[in-house]
């Protein structure tokens, strides 16, 4: 399960966007200048240059990128007037839109400094697309809405999670003061009606409402409206998916697995916006994938955006995660790729053929162990960590700003505890490998030596 903040970095492109200073060590910049606007650095400030040179791209507005097609297909789905589609909403928000406007707890792990890039205590990258769901709640004229978004997080460094990665999010409201007699379940169903059948074989084993594990809003909504509700927006939800596999389908005729049916499921969930919840998992290649996050919104939020006659769905979609699978892309850092051997292989949403991989270049695994450091003085937001105050997500930066997209995966091998002092040792295997070449041992030595020294520096760590 993918929670709302945890993902990855490099550093390559360096277009509008500056880093006034040297971020080098642990000194605070002067001034954090992006998209136009200055923040004044403080304790909590973690984003690096590197992170800040993706802002620019926007790969989601990209013609003819994977991604930018992928939100094309899915906003054909949602179609106006119905649905309004917003598509460059500034990625720089305030912690309020980020989290509280949206329910999220204060101890929430979301918010800590390991998973969420601030710019200073009140400002971060937007985390997902659902930062702006209050403000387009408010101003919104049309029923429902789509975004498309960049977002960004602290996370792991594998072939399907990125530190930058694209969301879409989607919702559709139904205002009780415009409907006949306030029955919005009646007219849901009767919207639900109107909406095609598909062939995907879905297993829903839930009940929509779970007293314990997926409530009522029972104040604000009653049961028939959430049943209404909720069959529309699994419904809606089914159909995206299925356009976009058919898509993928009708190009890979001849492939035996394409002409069986496509399996998802729906599996209950929590966000702190929305409930009940749920997730789609897709059954690809052998395994679930989870695709989407849902609910029905949470009423608090549409009673603060000043339209509390209004109730209804909204989604989350990684726009990476669907554009994988459509275009059969094998790693995630090939979407930020500039090589004409990746980006002239897609055209339009009317033709989605396979993504066909220039050669796979070597991998070079280095380790490196080290005793972690035994006590902490860490400053900003909570540490979610072992006993000492290691959090793996500052080892991956570490390895992102000195390697880049150099870097395949990172993964723990091994730890143990001293048996005396309860030190605690690990060792981490990194893969660097490039896409588009194939890298020299030397490259790679220097690099993973820039890797053992910044850990040493910056996370206090004692190599072994
Ligand atoms: C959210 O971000 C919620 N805001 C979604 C939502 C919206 C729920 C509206 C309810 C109402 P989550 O953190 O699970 O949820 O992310 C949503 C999707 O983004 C995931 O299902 C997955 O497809 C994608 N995703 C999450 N993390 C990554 C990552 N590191 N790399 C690529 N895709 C990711
Ligand atoms: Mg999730």
Redesign the pocket.
Known sequence: ????????ISGKHHDRVLFMACNRATTTPPTISANGNSYPPDSWTNVPPSILSYLPRKLHLQPSHPVSITREVIESCFPPPTYTHYNDLDPIVSVYENFDS?NFPPDHP?RNRTDTYYLNKDTVLR????AH?AEIFRHNKSAGYTISAD?Y?R??IDR????V???M???RMWDRRKVEGGDVARVAREQLTQLEEHDLEVEDPNPTIHPERNPLQAEHHRVEEVEAIAAHLKRSLELMVNELFSRAKRRATGDAAADEPLKVRWVE?Y?P??SP?W??EVFWQGDW???????I?KQDILINANVPNQLG??????????AMILFSIPD?RLFWSKDPRFLGQFSTADDIKPFVPFSKHPACYKDVSFWLRSSSSAAGGGLRSNSQDFHENDMMEIVRDVGGDLVEDVKMIDEFAHPVSGRKSICYRINYRSLERTLKNEEADRLHEGVRTRLVEKLGVELR
């Open positions: 399960m993918d929670g709302p903040g945890g993902a990855r949206l979301g985390t997902h697309s659902s769901e977002v997080r996370d792991a399907s999670h990125y530190p990665f694209h969301q999010e989607g919702a969930a966000f916006f929305t919840s997730e789609l994938l989870e695709i989407l996050g849902c609910g919104t769905w909204a989604f989350g979609v990684g726009l990476e995660r669907l995630i």
